[in-house]
């Protein structure tokens, strides 16, 4: 089994998770206002604060996770329009198409999937207008890669899911996955062509997609080019790591808040 897959899946379970707890936070707000304001009247409020210190807690984190959800909402919406405008622009750009092959009419060097329920392969003309045949295999091939795997709606899925969470955790997550995405990609391409080619292929690729002869080594550059030159293994990426500790102090979370469910005074 793939590590994106297995990273998809502990990251929806997480996220099942999130919405499970929500769902006890929502159902716990009228109690615990009601405890608040009944406790108030008949206790000192150092000692009142004290007995309800977890309900304030929890308050906080009703109030943060509503915050999250609506920003998520928004960010989903916003991504539905987005997605149809790019469709539109496609459709009005595309200068020749082959199935699953899109050729954009662009003086930019673009290489991508896209597609939520229909996915489709974007190449522009400049990278078949420049690039050599054995280096325009290699970018379909890295393309197909992610259209077999279904990345494009996987992603879409994560990227507004992320959003759940604060944006460094968000990022961080969205990151890894990403990044395990392309890797996985290029094994495909490697599958069936030499990796040290394919590793040319992609500095060539941003070399010119950003007009510099040394192209910036960023996170995922840096990553893609140890692994295709044997510096790095598929099995020493281990992102999944982070989901099943999140996952487990996130359950550990839950069933505390179970257990102190009520105003600590309550319990005395």
Same mark, same amino acid.
């Given at each position: 089994?793939?590590?994106?897959?297995?990273?998809?899946?502990?990251?929806?379970?997480?996220?099942?998770?999130?919405?499970?707890?929500?769902? *006890?936070?929502?159902?716990?707000?009228?109690?615990?206002?009601?405890?608040?304001?009944?406790?108030?009247?008949?206790?000192?409020?150092?000692?009142?604060?004290?007995? @309800?210190?977890?309900?304030?807690?929890?308050?906080?984190?009703?109030?943060?996770? %509503?915050?999250?959800?609506?920003?998520?909402?928004?960010?989903?919406?916003? %991504?539905?329009?987005?997605?149809?405008?790019?469709?539109?622009?496609?459709?009005?750009?595309?200068?020749?198409?082959?199935?699953?092959?899109?050729?954009?009419?662009?003086?930019?060097?673009?290489?991508?999937?896209?597609?939520?329920?229909?996915?489709?392969?974007?190449? %522009?003309?400049?990278?078949?207008?420049?690039?050599?045949?054995?280096?325009?295999?290699?970018?379909?091939? @890295?393309?197909?890669?992610?259209?077999?795997?279904?990345?494009?709606?996987?992603?879409?899925?994560?990227?507004?899911?992320?959003?759940?969470?604060?944006?460094?955790?968000?990022?961080?997550?969205?990151?890894? *996955?990403?990044?395990?995405?392309?890797?996985?990609?290029?094994?495909?391409?490697?599958?069936?062509?030499?990796?040290?080619?394919?590793?040319?292929?992609?500095?060539?690729?941003?070399?010119?997609?950003?007009?510099?002869?040394?192209?910036?080594?960023?996170?995922?550059?840096?990553?893609?080019?140890?692994?295709?030159?044997?510096?790095?293994?598929?099995?020493?990426?281990?992102?999944?790591?982070?989901?099943?500790?999140?996952?487990?102090?996130?359950?550990?979370?839950?069933?505390?808040?179970?257990?102190?469910?009520?105003?600590?005074?309550?319990? @005395?």
């Amino acid at each position: 089994m793939k590590k994106s897959n297995i990273v998809f899946t502990a990251f929806i379970i997480v996220v099942v998770l999130y919405f499970s707890y929500y769902y *006890f936070l929502i159902k716990g707000i009228p109690i615990w206002i009601y405890d608040i304001k009944n406790c108030y009247k008949n206790m000192e409020f150092i000692t009142f604060f004290e007995n @309800h210190i977890n309900i304030f807690l929890y308050i906080l984190l009703f109030l943060s996770a %509503s915050f999250f959800i609506i920003r998520t909402i928004i960010i989903f919406i916003n %991504s539905i329009l987005n997605h149809y405008k790019l469709n539109r622009y496609l459709n009005n750009n595309t200068y020749k198409k082959f199935k699953n092959l899109y050729i954009l009419d662009t003086d930019n060097y673009l290489a991508f999937n896209t597609g939520i329920i229909s996915r489709k392969i974007i190449i %522009s003309k400049k990278i078949l207008d420049k690039f050599s045949k054995e280096e325009r295999k290699h970018v379909f091939l @890295h393309e197909k890669g992610h259209l077999i795997n279904g990345d494009s709606f996987k992603l879409f899925i994560f990227s507004i899911l992320s959003n759940l969470f604060p944006k460094k955790i968000g990022k961080r997550l969205l990151k890894d *996955f990403s990044l395990l995405k392309e890797i996985e990609a290029d094994m495909f391409c490697i599958s069936k062509k030499d990796r040290l080619e394919l590793a040319g292929t992609v500095l060539r690729f941003y070399s010119n997609k950003y007009n510099t002869t040394i192209p910036m080594m960023n996170n995922y550059l840096n990553v893609r080019i140890k692994f295709l030159l044997g510096d790095l293994t598929y099995e020493e990426l281990k992102p999944e790591k982070i989901y099943f500790s999140f996952g487990s102090l996130l359950l550990l979370f839950i069933l505390l808040s179970y257990i102190f469910n009520y105003c600590l005074c309550s319990m @005395h």
